[in-house]
């Protein structure tokens, strides 16, 4: 359980915000001089040196994209070259990628920050590469919106490189890519030139998903636990209907695996922000803005809770909330988290994540009159943010590549580094929980400095229609 700092401002974290880029800055150029972009994507390190790993090519945009987000923070513009250059060179096969749930993940972070500077005109930018980015993001958000599996309610979710029977909660952060194309004015086109609403299927894919994969106390099992998270959902495809909850990196369908919870509290937190730009007719045929923010807010609210109560007392989370080895940890609820314990590891990138998406739920809450739920989760954000952003979870080994440490990829099959003599992973970093925690320091040194909100989508309503190909 978090033990929440009351204190803390984003202007008193604003020392290691600025530190953490500081060294940011070199793990990027470290990593750039020596990877090999033949062995694909980077995704965790391996004795401190970035290194591929099966599955998809999920990470590579968060490479790039944190080379953009350091330009944001400290106008050096090698980054912001970088990040372009291999955006433009490199990104386009994930743009059309028709296997994967990961667009959000490869594409906002690169395409999308790209409009976003250029939209906050912090660098001379041409038109045609502007329609570039606009192209290039209307695409992706089509194209994730076609992996679609049809229910027999009349709802659907995009479904996950597993196949058509399975939603993952991962994906609650791709309907960014869905938001920005609606955003630009993009449409899927079906058959018989059936228009397809990117905003319906983004708002199908929240409801879906918080039906299915988020619990809420009222005895759908044993095991309802309010704010729990099932990592991934079950359908029969041939029935159209919901069948059980999996996992493929928790500890069992029946505990939650904390990076999956993560992706839902700031997913929904994104989501709801961007429902706040968008007009209430186009809301309409999804039952009306109230209805709407209702089922977004529900998960959201439940998730962020949890957290708070599953987290250790610094903020940072075990890799899984049953996980069998945390009952040989004793009270560790009431404990810091012990990243070098022998049997259980922290996971310090669902921390990132989870962060974010309480300090932005913290803004929706204010918004929304709810100050006593606003300051519980902004200052636990804060609170998240301090540990993470210093030592042992800030990287400071020049010769480690990674810039936060004790991230764990996939606990169950064992891909994870060990270090010689210990029992469990730790002391290595991901290419996500890197990325995360720079959008999480970013998002706070904005806020330090009185600089514009830090978001997704406010990009497309600061472009001429023009450029928009509107």
């Known amino acids: 359980m978090i033990r929440i700092l009351e204190d803390l401002t984003p202007e008193k974290l604003r020392p290691r915000i600025e530190r953490l880029f500081d060294l940011s800055a070199q793990k990027i150029r470290a990593i750039e001089a020596a990877w090999d972009a033949s062995q694909g994507a980077p995704v965790i390190t391996v004795r401190g040196i970035y290194t591929a790993r099966e599955w998809t090519q999920w990470t590579e945009g968060f490479l790039y994209g944190s080379a953009l987000l350091q330009y944001d923070a400290t106008d050096d513009r090698w980054f912001l070259e970088y990040g372009r250059r291999n955006t433009i060179e490199r990104m386009a096969p994930h743009v059309t990628h028709m296997g994967v749930h990961d667009h959000g993940f490869n594409n906002v972070s690169t395409y999308g920050n790209l409009l976003r500077l250029a939209a906050e005109k912090r660098w001379t930018v041409s038109e045609t590469e502007i329609q570039l980015y606009v192209l290039a993001l209307k695409v992706s958000g089509a194209v994730q919106a076609a992996r679609w599996t049809a229910l027999s309610d009349d709802r659907g979710y995009i479904y996950s490189f597993n196949g058509p029977h399975s939603l993952f909660v991962d994906t609650i952060r791709s309907l960014r890519s869905l938001a920005l194309a609606h955003s630009l004015g993009h449409v899927l086109m079906g058959e018989n030139e059936r228009r397809i609403s990117l905003l319906d299927r983004l708002c199908q894919h929240a409801d879906v998903t918080a039906e299915f994969a988020v619990y809420y106390g009222e005895g759908r099992d044993l095991y309802d636990v309010r704010g729990r998270v099932s990592h991934e959902s079950l359908f029969n495809i041939n029935a159209g209907g919901y069948r059980c909850p999996a996992t493929q990196q928790g500890y069992s369908p029946f505990t939650t695996w904390t990076r999956g919870l993560a992706w839902i509290i700031c997913g929904y937190a994104e989501q709801l922000e961007f429902l706040e730009s968008v007009a209430d007719r186009d809301l309409e045929p999804q039952g009306g803005r109230e209805k709407v923010v209702a089922m977004m807010r529900r998960p959201a609210e439940a998730t962020c809770d949890y957290y708070l109560d599953q987290a250790a007392q610094d903020g940072i989370p075990y890799w899984d909330t049953g996980a069998p080895g945390l009952e040989k940890l004793g009270d560790w609820q009431h404990q810091p988290a012990n990243p070098f314990n022998e049997y259980e590891p922290v996971d310090s990138s669902a921390a990132a994540i989870a962060a974010q998406g309480l300090w932005r ?36 080994d020049s010769k480690h590549q990674g810039l936060i440490l004790h991230s764990v990829y996939h606990r169950p099959k064992g891909w994870d580094e060990i270090p010689s003599g210990r029992r469990i992973p730790c002391g290595e970093s991901s290419m996500w929980g890197d990325y995360h925690a720079r959008e999480l320091a970013l998002l706070l040194l904005r806020e330090a400095k009185g600089g514009p909100y830090l ?15 509107k």
Do not use: C, V, W
């Open 361 to 396: 739920m913290g803004n929706i809450e204010a918004r929304s009159g709810s100050p006593g739920k606003a300051k519980q989760y902004r200052q636990a954000a804060l609170t998240i943010a301090n540990t993470l952003f210093e030592e042992p979870y800030l990287s400071t």
């Open 455 to 469: 978001d997704f989508f406010h990009a497309a309503s600061h472009l001429p229609a023009d450029l928009m190909g």
